[in-house]
């Protein structure tokens, strides 16, 4: 499929963002996201299906998503197709953890 | 060229959203069993001891230093994988299917996944941001002599590149020249010297 992700190529990009002495994560969020991941695919869905999930996020969003932003959409669509959680409960838990706080 | 001018900009509150969906995802996948409350550190921590380019170095370190080895890393980097004391598991995510391109005097390889992240986690373990950024992704594809020389690589016109887009069927890695001055290190001594991205295509190695 010929969609955003397709990015070999494109011009305009600008400069490489390379960070001396990188942490692996960015933050706690990513590092959760990421192992989050990690430990549903292979056990409820193929780890092909994690990176068509974020190709299937709409054009404009996917690129102006953080790579993790992205990860965390697919986590998001996969485990509610796959009907682990559903939308609902997301926004509920959201909405409590806010009050929470 | 884009215009510097900043009139769109995602909201002040990008990285709280994502925060507090992680943290909602994390209660409601623990609350039902599917992760538990190890799980992010039990993941962390496997790429931290087990999955790392500290596999990467000692692979390339053994084919430095042992020309049968090096054949077999060439020819399947499985199999080779398969020969060192590596954690189980060294063929399962990420790394079905390995495969290292030689760098000579007249080729020099780079690896890029186009198409978003795909990377040898087993013997690399998780790459950089840049490699995962949509610049790196586009431009080392049209411009990859350009590229290199932004990250220090500076190759005589006469050597040629090759890019490799590592994919969810081969993941791709380098194989770096062997510095000279390295005649009389151990085997351990040379891996010392491997770094991530020399291992990507993106540096030379140096003593």
């Known amino acids: 499929m010929n969609g955003p992700h397709d990015m070999g190529g494109m011009h305009n990009m600008g400069p490489i963002p390379i960070e001396a002495d990188e942490p692996v994560f960015h933050s706690e969020w990513e590092a959760k996201v990421f ?29 102006s ?16 197709e796959h009907q682990l959680v559903t939308q609902a409960e997301i926004e509920e838990r959201m909405a409590q953890l806010a009050q929470d706080r | 060229m884009p215009s510097n001018y900043p009139g769109f900009k995602h909201g002040a509150d990008r990285e709280a959203v994502s925060a507090a969906r992680v943290k909602a995802l994390e209660s409601l996948l623990i609350e039902k ?3 538990t409350g190890n799980t992010v550190d039990s993941v962390l921590g496997h790429f931290e ?5 500290f596999n990467g170095a000692k692979l390339v370190a053994r084919a430095w230093v042992d020309p049968d080895f090096k054949q077999l890393l060439l020819a399947d980097c499985n199999a080779a994988c ?40 087993p013997t690399l373990g998780l790459p950089p941001y840049w490699f995962k950024d949509p610049t790196f992704r586009a431009r080392v594809a049209r411009e990859p002599r350009v590229v290199l020389s932004e990250f220090g690589v500076e190759l005589d016109d006469s050597v040629e ?47």
């Open chain 2, 49 to 53: 001891t087990k999955m790392g380019p």
């Open chain 1, 65 to 80: 998503a953080s790579y993790y932003e992205r990860w965390l959409y697919a986590l998001e669509l996969l485990i509610t």
């Open chain 1, 35 to 63: 192992a989050m991941s990690f430990a549903t695919f292979g056990n409820y869905f193929p780890v092909d299906e994690t990176r068509h999930a974020s190709e299937r996020m709409p054009p404009a969003q996917y690129l």
């Open chain 2, 33 to 35: 069993g599917i992760i």
């Open chain 2, 161 to 207: 590149i090759r890019v490799w887009d590592t994919s969810a069927q081969i993941r791709w890695w380098v194989l770096p020249m062997r510095p000279a001055g390295t005649e009389n290190m151990s085997e351990a001594e040379l891996a010392a010297l491997l770094t991530p991205e020399a291992m990507m295509g993106v540096a030379q190695v140096s003593v």
């Open chain 2, 82 to 121: 398969e020969q060192m004391d590596f954690p189980a598991g060294m063929s399962g995510a990420e790394g079905e299917h390995m495969r290292i391109a030689e760098n000579t005097p007249e080729v020099h390889n780079v690896i890029v996944c186009t198409l978003c992240s795909c990377y040898p986690w």
